[in-house]
C-alpha cells in the first residue's frame, strides 16, 4: 500500500476541496496543508472539512495556507498534492507549474478536473511527474458520495496507478472506477448524455408539459431519486453547458447531436438563471407571506413560469405502485406494455441510458463494472446492467432497443441469456435506487 | 438438542438503506428480504407450496414495534401479501424487544425439536426510519418499564446503558480512564470489523480510536451518562432470514442441492432467562454477587451446558453491543475473562478481528446497524456465514463453533444460541 502521510489541498475552501480534505486527514490521517487565495479563506476550510466528516479529531493536523506564501514549501513536503481549483485550463495550468517546480520525485498531483484533458493538464511535468498525475474525480459531498473516477492518461505508471487506486479504495473507502482520458470521464458522459437529451424532449413536447412532463416521465421509478431536468437545475445550467460543450466538441459518437446544448438552456443562461443556486432556472420556488412556498417551472415556449402541474399517467401510477411494493420487474412489465406517448419516451430513453452507457465500454473504460459503478455510486442513478436484469435479460432489453430505435451494443449481443448480467450485487443494490 | 435442529442459511436487507426514502414499507422489506434467502439457500416457493400440503412449514416473524413505526399489526399473516405460496401456512409475529428475533428464534426451534414441521423461515424486520429519533427514541422506551424509565426521557435507552457503565466502574473499582479507553476500542472494533461487512449500515462512515476517544461536544454528543455517540448503535431500517430444518429434511436438501449433510451446522444449545425488568431492580438484585448482570451470564452457561460446550470450544461470537457497556459486560458472561477483568481482553486483542476470541467480525449492532426486531435473526445468520466459511471478507478463519447473546430491554430478556457442525 502507498504510503501517504501528507498532503497539499488547493482550493480549501471550496466545497470539493473542504470536503476531500476532510476525508483525507480523516481516513486517511494525514497531515494535510490547506492552500487558498488567503490564509482566512483556508481556515474556513478546516472548519467546512470539520463539519463534513464531523470530527473535530481532524482539525489539529489541517494546516492553513495560502497560494503565494505558502504552495511550494507544502508540496516539497507533501506526498499527494490535490488541485481542486476552477474548472479551466487558464486557472490550472499556471498554477502546474509552481507544482511541477516544487514537488519531490515520487509525489502524486491529481486534479479534481469533471472535463478538461488530463494528459493535457499533465504536460506541465517533467517525466516523472507526468508519470503521477492524475485525474482524481470525487463527487460532491466527498463524504456521502464515495465515487472516485481515477483517470489516467498515456504517461503513466501501471503500478502507480495500482497503488494510488488501492490507497482510495482501502484507505478512504472510496468506489474507485477507472476511465480512461475522454470528455468528461465515465459518469459525466452518461448523465449529461441523458439530461441534455430529456432536456431536447422537453422542448420539443413544450406544449404537453414540457419540463415538468419529461421529469415526471424520467421519475423516480426509472431508477432515480432526482428527475433528470431536476439534476441539471440542481447543479447549475451554466456547469450543464461547460460539461456537454465539451463534450460536443471533442467527442463523435452515434450520440453525438444529443450533446448540442438547448437553445432554451442558453437564453436562461444569459439571463443569468442558472438554476437553484442563483435562485431559479428550469424551476423556481416562491416562497409567499404566509411562509407557504410554492413551485414553478419555466415555460418554453413563452418564457414564463408557470405553477408546476401534476400530472396523472396511469402507467406511471401502475409502475410507482409495483415498485413500492418491490416488484421491480413487475414495474419494468408495466413500461414495456403500456401504451402512449409519454410511455413511448419512458422506453426510448430507458434503452437509449443502457444503450450509450454500454457502448462506451472499450472507449472510456475497460469493463461495464467501471460505467455501472459510475452511475451507481456518483448518480445514485440504476446501473445499466442492473437494468438488463430487470427488463428480463438481455433478448427483452435488446427487444427494447429494436423497438426504441437505439443501437444495440455489441456486449449486450454477446451477453448470455440466463444469468446476471449486473455484476456489482453485492456491492451496490440497485433495487435501493428506485423510487416508489 | 443438537441433532434436531439445522440451519440452511438465509439473507439480511442492506442495513445502509432508508425504505421510507426510497418510497418502500416495511412489506416491501419483507418481499425483498425473503424471495432472495429463499434465493440463496436454493429453495423456491413451489418448494414451500409442497411442504404446506402436508402442514410440515411455518414461518415465525420477529418484529418490535411495527405497530407505532408503520402503523401495522398482525405481521405474522403479512407474509401472504409476500408471495401466495404462503397462504395457509402457519404463522405468528413474536415480540421481545430487541430480542424479538430470538424470541422468533425460540419458537421455531422448539416448533422443530417437537418435529411438528420440518421447515421454519424466521424473518426479523423493523422500519425505523418513519420518525425522527427523539420520536423513534420514545417508542423504544416501551422496552423499559415506560412509565418509570422512560416516560418523559429523551432517548431513554442510552441513559440505561448508561448507568451499566456507572455500576461496572464503581463495582470492580476500575480507573475511568482505562474503562472509557475500553469501551473506545469496543466502538473502534466495531465499526472496522462493519467496514468489510457489505451489509453493513455504517461501512462507509468515518469512525477511528481517536474520534471514540474524543468524547462530547457537538460531533460526539454525551446522551447518555458517560455514553456518547459513538457507544451506541443507531437505529436503521432492515430485515433478515434464517431457514430451519428437521434433521430430516436437511438430509433431504443436502442431496437435492448437492451439499453435505456435515457441512450443515446445527443448533447445539440454547439459553433464555428474563432479568428483572427495571436497570434499578437488575442493579439490587446483583449487588454481592461477581456479575453485574448475573441473568445474562446464566443464560449464557444454560447454553454451554446444553450445548456440552464451554468458552474454549467457541470460535467466534455475535453480541448484542446496543451500547458499548453491553458488549463490555457480555465478555465476562460468555467466560473470555473474569469479572471485572474485561478491559485485558479488550487491551490484548483477544475480542479484536484477528483475536483468539473475536466478537462481532460482522460489525454487531453498532457496525451493522440495529433494526430491532432483525437484530436476533441477523446474529443467527452471520453466524451460519461463520461456521460454513462463507462471510466473505469478514470470515474468521476456520471458525466451527459460534455463540450470540441477543438482549431485550436493559438486558432484560436474555437469549443465546450455540450454532455449529
Not at chain 1, 431519486?225 to 437545475?233: E, H, I, R, S
Not at chain 1, 463534450?247 to 438552456?265: C, Q, R
Not at chain 1, 475497460?366 to 455510486?377: I, L, R
Request: hydrophobic share 40%; proline share 3%; aromatic share 10%.
Amino acid at each position: 500500500m502507498r504510503e501517504i502521510k501528507t498532503v497539499t489541498i488547493l482550493g480549501a475552501n471550496g466545497a470539493m476541496g473542504s470536503g476531500s480534505a476532510g476525508v483525507i486527514a480523516a481516513f486517511g490521517g494525514a497531515k494535510v496543508h490547506m492552500l487558498a487565495r488567503d490564509v482566512e479563506k483556508a481556515k474556513q476550510g478546516i472548519e467546512a472539512a470539520v463539519a463534513s466528516v464531523k470530527t473535530d479529531t481532524i482539525r489539529a493536523r489541517m494546516i492553513p495556507g495560502s497560494y503565494d506564501a505558502d504552495l511550494e514549501k507544502a508540496v516539497a513536503e507533501s506526498d499527494w498534492v490535490f488541485e481542486l481549483v476552477a474548472e479551466s485550463y487558464e486557472v490550472k495550468e499556471p498554477i502546474n507549474i509552481r507544482i511541477a517546480k516544487a514537488r519531490r520525485p515520487g509525489t502524486i498531483v491529481s486534479t479534481v478536473s469533471s472535463g478538461l484533458s488530463i494528459g493535457r493538464l499533465a504536460k506541465a511535468y517533467d517525466e516523472d511527474g507526468q508519470k503521477h498525475y492524475y485525474g482524481t474525480h470525487f463527487f460532491n459531498p466527498p463524504y456521502k458520495m464515495i465515487l472516485c473516477e481515477l483517470v489516467t492518461h498515456s504517461g503513466n505508471d501501471k503500478k502507480v496507478t495500482q497503488a494510488l487506486g488501492e490507497y482510495l479504495d482501502k484507505v478512504l473507502g472510496r468506489a474507485v472506477v477507472y476511465t480512461n482520458d475522454t470528455p468528461a470521464f465515465a459518469g459525466n458522459r452518461i448523465g449529461f448524455q441523458l439530461m441534455n437529451e430529456v432536456a431536447h424532449f422537453a422542448e420539443k413536447y413544450a406544449d404537453k408539459g414540457g419540463i415538468a412532463l419529461l421529469d415526471e416521465i424520467m421519475s423516480g421509478y426509472t431508477g432515480r431519486a432526482m428527475g433528470p431536468l431536476a439534476t441539471a437545475d440542481f447543479v447549475g445550467l451554466d456547469v450543464h453547458k461547460a460539461i456537454v460543450d465539451n463534450i460536443y466538441d471533442n467527442t463523435k459518437d452515434e450520440a453525438h447531436e444529443t450533446f448540442k446544448l438547448p437553445g432554451y438552456f442558453q437564453k436562461l443562461i444569459d439571463a443569468g438563471k442558472l438554476g437553484m443556486k442563483s435562485g431559479g432556472g428550469l424551476t423556481k420556488v416562491v416562497k409567499h407571506a404566509d411562509g407557504k412556498r410554492e413551485k414553478f417551472v419555466y415555460n418554453i415556449k413563452t418564457g414564463e413560469y408557470d405553477p408546476y402541474p401534476k400530472f396523472d399517467i396511469p402507467f406511471i401510477k401502475e409502475a410507482r405502485q409495483k415498485i413500492k411494493e418491490s416488484d421491480y420487474k413487475g414495474a419494468m412489465d408495466v413500461v414495456k406494455k403500456a401504451s402512449g406517448f409519454e410511455a413511448d419516451i419512458a422506453r426510448y430513453f430507458i434503452s437509449r441510458y443502457i444503450s450509450y452507457s454500454l457502448s462506451l465500454v472499450g472507449e472510456v473504460v475497460d469493463t461495464k463494472e467501471n460505467t455501472d459503478g459510475a452511475m451507481g455510486f456518483g448518480f445514485n442513478w440504476v446501473p445499466a446492467s442492473a437494468f438488463v436484469d430487470f427488463l428480463g435479460g438481455p433478448k427483452e432489453t435488446i427487444k427494447l432497443m429494436e423497438t426504441s430505435k437505439v443501437p444495440v451494443p455489441k456486449l449486450l449481443k454477446d451477453a448470455k441469456e440466463g444469468k446476471k448480467f449486473y455484476e456489482l450485487g453485492d456491492k451496490l443494490d440497485a433495487r435501493s435506487l428506485f423510487k416508489g | 438438542m443438537s441433532e434436531k435442529v439445522f440451519v440452511l442459511g438465509g439473507e439480511q436487507t442492506d442495513f445502509q438503506r432508508n425504505w421510507t426514502k426510497e418510497g418502500k414499507t416495511f412489506m416491501s422489506m419483507m418481499r425483498e428480504v425473503l424471495d432472495d434467502a429463499l434465493e440463496k439457500v436454493g429453495i423456491s416457493y413451489d418448494e414451500i407450496k409442497r411442504l404446506n400440503k402436508e402442514n410440515r412449514v411455518a414461518v415465525f416473524v420477529g418484529n418490535f414495534d411495527a405497530e407505532q413505526y408503520a402503523n401495522q399489526g398482525h405481521l405474522g399473516a403479512f407474509l401472504t401479501e409476500v408471495n401466495p405460496a404462503l397462504f395457509g401456512v402457519p404463522g405468528a409475529r413474536y415480540e421481545a424487544a430487541c430480542a424479538s428475533g430470538s424470541v422468533a428464534l425460540d419458537a421455531a426451534i422448539t416448533h422443530i425439536r417437537a418435529e411438528d414441521y420440518d421447515l421454519a423461515i424466521v424473518l426479523g424486520v423493523e422500519v425505523m426510519k418513519t420518525v425522527s429519533s427523539s420520536v423513534g427514541g420514545d417508542f423504544l422506551g416501551t422496552a423499559a418499564y415506560y412509565d418509570k424509565e422512560a416516560k418523559g426521557v429523551q432517548f431513554p435507552f442510552p441513559k440505561l446503558f448508561g448507568k451499566l457503565a456507572d455500576v461496572i466502574l464503581e463495582r470492580y473499582e476500575l480507573k475511568e480512564e482505562r474503562f472509557m479507553d475500553a469501551l473506545a476500542e469496543i466502538s473502534r472494533i466495531n465499526y472496522a470489523n462493519a467496514k468489510r461487512n457489505p451489509k453493513a449500515q455504517t461501512r462507509t462512515w468515518f469512525m477511528n480510536k481517536e474520534h471514540a476517544m474524543a468524547r462530547g461536544g457537538d460531533n460526539n454528543m454525551a446522551v447518555g451518562g458517560r455514553l456518547c455517540i459513538t457507544d451506541c448503535s443507531q437505529v436503521t431500517d432492515g430485515a433478515a432470514v434464517t431457514l430451519l430444518a428437521s434433521k430430516s429434511y436437511a438430509k433431504d436438501y443436502a442431496k437435492k442441492t448437492g451439499r453435505k449433510f456435515d457441512d450443515i451446522p446445527r443448533i447445539k444449545g440454547w439459553g433464555h432467562r428474563v432479568a428483572p425488568i427495571t436497570f434499578e431492580a437488575k442493579k439490587q438484585e446483583s449487588v454481592g454477587d461477581k456479575y453485574i448482570l448475573p441473568w445474562t451470564r446464566q443464560t449464557v452457561k444454560d447454553a454451554y451446558k446444553r450445548a456440552d460446550l464451554d468458552v474454549k470450544n467457541i470460535d467466534v461470537f455475535e453480541t448484542h453491543d446496543c451500547f458499548t457497556s453491553s458488549e463490555y459486560a457480555a465478555i465476562s458472561a460468555f467466560g473470555i475473562s473474569e469479572p471485572g477483568k474485561e478491559h485485558i481482553a479488550i487491551e490484548d486483542g483477544t475480542i479484536d478481528f484477528g483475536g483468539k476470541k473475536p466478537i462481532n467480525p460482522s460489525g454487531g449492532l453498532i457496525g451493522v446497524g440495529h433494526p430491532v426486531g432483525a437484530s436476533g435473526v441477523r446474529m443467527m445468520l452471520d453466524l451460519y456465514k461463520q461456521v460454513t466459511n462463507t462471510a466473505g471478507d469478514y470470515q474468521v478463519k476456520g471458525a466451527k463453533n459460534g455463540l450470540m447473546l441477543n438482549i431485550g430491554g436493559s438486558a432484560t430478556t436474555n437469549f443465546v444460541f450455540i450454532l455449529g457442525k
